[in-house]
């Protein structure tokens, strides 16, 4: 069965120490993997896209980055406007994302 | 540009009612997925329509239904509710179909006593 895997489930940060979240995942015939930030009361907020392993993009403080099992955001020197669930989905063959259960980070001034 | 527009932001159902939810895509897009967001289970896809045709469809029981009409805009419904339906209905829009990019809406927060 596909499935992603987040973690840490929560994180807690000082402002400026940078740190890094992970999404492993198994899932046959990736398509693409997507990273959202979703902050309170509010619909996900599309951040990345990766389709192949090695690739890297980034977005002012964040980077993400995609082998062959796993992706990484990295978050340097955050700030608490940072503050949010940040989640990972996998794109399948068919078209359907399967999303983790997200790392809540909190970053404190 | 306006965003993804759901409605309504919050509703109140009992057990064994329906309700039907909506969904405007953003001007352009022609695919709208649905989504159901709880604490225990995350985000799980329902199903996506692109151009009027239900392209994908999750593992839900078919009690969800969903439906798009030709201007892209999307209803989502569900039958003879039951209090584990109490969720955050999310929708998004893309461009393309097979949620690329994908842009999500506030959401409706459906609560089922």
């Known amino acids: 069965e596909d499935q992603v895997t987040q973690s840490p489930e929560a994180l807690r940060l000082q402002e400026g120490e940078s740190s890094s979240l992970n999404c492993s995942y198994t899932?046959?015939?990736?398509?693409?993997l997507f990273w959202y930030r979703q902050d309170p009361g509010k619909g996900p907020e599309f951040l990345f896209t990766l389709y192949s392993a090695g690739e890297e993009k980034e977005k002012e403080r964040l980077k993400a980055t995609l082998t062959k099992k796993e992706s990484f955001l990295h978050i340097t020197a955050p700030k608490p406007e940072d503050s949010a669930t940040y989640l990972c989905?996998?794109?399948?063959?068919?078209?359907?994302?399967?999303f983790g259960k997200g790392t809540k980070l909190s970053v404190k001034p | 540009k306006a965003g993804v527009t759901q409605t309504p932001r919050y509703l109140i159902k009992t057990r064994g009612q329906q309700v039907t939810l909506s969904c405007s895509p953003i001007s352009g897009h022609r695919s709208v997925s649905w989504y159901q967001q709880t604490p225990g289970q995350g985000l799980q896809f329902l199903f996506e329509?692109?151009?009027?045709?239900?392209?994908n469809k999750g593992n839900f029981p078919g009690r969800f239904s969903g439906r798009q009409f030709s201007n892209s805009r999307s209803e989502m419904n569900v039958s003879t509710l039951e209090l584990g339906d109490s969720a955050l209905y999310l929708c998004?829009?893309?461009?393309?179909?097979?949620?690329?990019?994908?842009?999500f809406g506030q959401g409706t927060r459906l609560t089922v006593v």
């Open positions: 329509y692109f151009s009027e045709t239900q392209r």
């Open positions: 899932v046959s015939g990736l398509r693409g």
């Open positions: 989905a996998v794109q399948e063959q068919s078209g359907n994302l399967i």
């Open positions: 998004a829009s893309s461009l393309r179909a097979a949620n690329t990019e994908a842009f």
